[in-house]
């Protein structure tokens, strides 16, 4: 057993093997106000917004980060909320906050991460009938931002790379990352996994070009790569491939 290996506390095993063995199954109830979905809120001030792919990058490790927390396992307060989330057909919805919004958005149940000024957090689920109003009330479209620079690819942490093609809006490639980060970290090996935990799930976010695709796909068929297809209820086509993730050397095996 290695070093990491025996490290790992038994706690987080137990997340790790929730999350490995994969979501959804469940189906919808037959009530739509029971339909489960984790909300996001994307922190976007008026004035000097945060870089696309710095928020986006906080938005998949916030998802994560929540789905490994402490409070999700067994016994845990949030326990029985993120299994129904978790065992049914996953959702997720990215809402946009700035100011005294984004505060209270805090009081809320969830977990919040930073990366490099941009904010995000990713609440316990729920049914969507049941929202808590500080997060129901904001808003869901429009959330958009400019063209940023190219991002510089970290090589010490997993790359989730978003299909440019698809021209998804922030709000939609910010769940889509949360579902690529979710999935990374589940078919990751629950020593490598907790190897990322301790780097605070970071991540880089970047768009691939058709060309960079390819290859990501080659990647995907040879099992070194996780791909996200999306459900298609908004923005894209059924079975779309909107985001693949690749682990860096070190968390990869």
């Given at each position: 057993m290695s070093s990491i290996e025996s490290s790992v506390d038994a706690g987080f095993a137990a997340r790790h093997a929730e999350l490995a063995r994969g979501y959804g199954g469940g189906g919808d109830?037959?009530?739509p106000a029971l339909v489960q979905a984790m909300q996001m809120v994307l922190h976007i001030p008026k004035n000097d917004p945060p870089g696309r792919g710095a928020l986006l990058a906080a938005a998949a490790s916030a998802v994560v980060a929540l789905c490994l927390d402490e409070r999700v396992g067994p016994g845990g307060e949030w326990e029985e909320r993120y299994l129904t989330w978790k065992r049914s057909r996953i959702?997720?919805?990215?809402?946009?906050?700035?100011?005294?919004?984004w505060l209270a958005a805090q009081e809320v149940d969830g977990v919040t991460v930073e990366f490099e000024g941009a904010q995000a957090r990713a609440f316990v689920p729920g049914p969507v009938g049941a929202i808590d109003p500080r997060i129901k009330r904001l808003q869901i479209s429009g959330t958009e931002l400019p063209e940023a620079e190219p991002i510089a690819i970290d090589p010490e942490s997993p790359v989730l790379w978003v299909n440019a093609e698809l021209g998804m809006t922030v709000g939609k490639a910010a769940a889509q990352v949360g579902h690529a980060s979710m999935l990374l970290a589940g078919a990751l090996p629950v020593a490598r996994a907790y190897a990322w935990a301790a780097q605070g799930?970071?991540?880089?976010?970047a768009d691939a070009d058709p060309g960079q695709?390819?290859?990501?796909r080659?990647?995907?068929?040879?099992?070194?790569?996780?791909?996200?297809?999306d459900a298609g209820f908004t923005e894209v086509a059924p079975g779309s491939t909107t985001v693949i993730a690749v682990p860096v050397p070190g968390l990869s095996q």
């Open positions: 109830p037959a009530d959702r997720k919805v990215a809402r946009r906050a700035r100011g005294a919004q799930f970071r991540c880089t976010v695709w390819s290859e990501l080659r990647r995907v068929a040879q099992g070194s790569a996780v791909a996200v297809r």
